[in-house]
């Protein structure tokens, strides 16, 4: 089944260092998208790419880095310079840069410890 | 900008209950708008989704119409389960912001027994 795989589930990472959080998908979808939402709030964008090498900053991208070498992943570094990087992670894709609709990953959840 | 604003939860119902979540946005031109639903730790998937004025998203016995005289997409649902407790984003994409998706905050529901 095509779809959108996020790993690891949960994640700790130590402060000062940076994390490495996967993102593949197998749908043959151009768009992908890296979102962050901490408790009781709603989803911001960090990152996103409508093409292979090529991607945007979303909102709130300080802190973050993402590479698009491939159409099936996106990767998302979570670098030393975010100040609260403990929140869940999203990553979702689209077929057409989002008309039809996301498909959402099933999200990390990185925690600083 | 585009914005999307939520009903503020949480929102508490019993089994069988009637179900609003309003929904308005505000976008210029036609964007498409859609529900989404996040059960606990998972990411979200879309419920329904509307492209046009007048139209009507439904699934699963949730419905919402795209009104443009009010700029609103409110979800309902005649009869709800305790299977329906979860959180609830409505957003909307637009092609003239790149398709990105903007959400609003999120509707936390519970359903009782």
């Known amino acids: 089944d095509g779809g959108i795989t996020q790993s690891p589930k949960y994640l700790f990472r130590k402060e000062g260092q940076n994390v490495t959080l996967s993102c593949e998908q197998n749908?043959?979808?151009?768009?992908m998208y890296w979102y962050r939402q901490d408790p009781g709030q709603g989803l911001r964008l960090i990152y996103y790419s409508q093409i292979v090498n090529d991607f945007q900053k979303g909102d709130i991208a300080e802190g973050y880095s993402v590479s698009r070498e491939k159409k099936e992943s996106f990767p998302l570094t979570v670098t030393s310079a975010q100040k609260n990087p403990t929140a869940f992670y999203l990553c979702?894709?689209?077929?057409?840069?989002?008309?039809?609709?996301?498909?959402f990953g099933s999200g990390t959840r990185l925690t600083v410890v | 900008g585009n914005s999307v604003t939520q009903m503020e939860g949480p929102v508490t119902l019993s089994e069988e209950a009637f179900l609003t979540i309003n929904c308005t946005y505000t976008a210029t031109g036609y964007p498409s708008l859609f529900w989404y639903v996040q059960y606990p730790g998972e990411g979200l998937q879309l419920l329904l989704k509307a492209t046009k004025a007048d139209d009507k998203g439904s699934n699963k016995g949730f419905e919402a119409t795209y009104r443009k005289e009010t700029t609103s997409f409110h979800l309902e649902k005649g009869s709800v389960q305790v299977s329906d407790s979860a959180v609830y984003f409505c957003?909307?994409?637009?092609?003239?912001?790149?398709?990105?998706?903007?959400f609003g905050e999120g509707t936390q529901l519970t359903v009782n027994p």
């Open positions: 957003a909307l994409t637009q092609e003239t912001s790149g398709s990105r998706l903007t």
């Open positions: 979702a894709s689209s077929i057409d840069g989002g008309s039809y609709g996301y498909t």
């Open positions: 749908l043959n979808h151009d768009a």
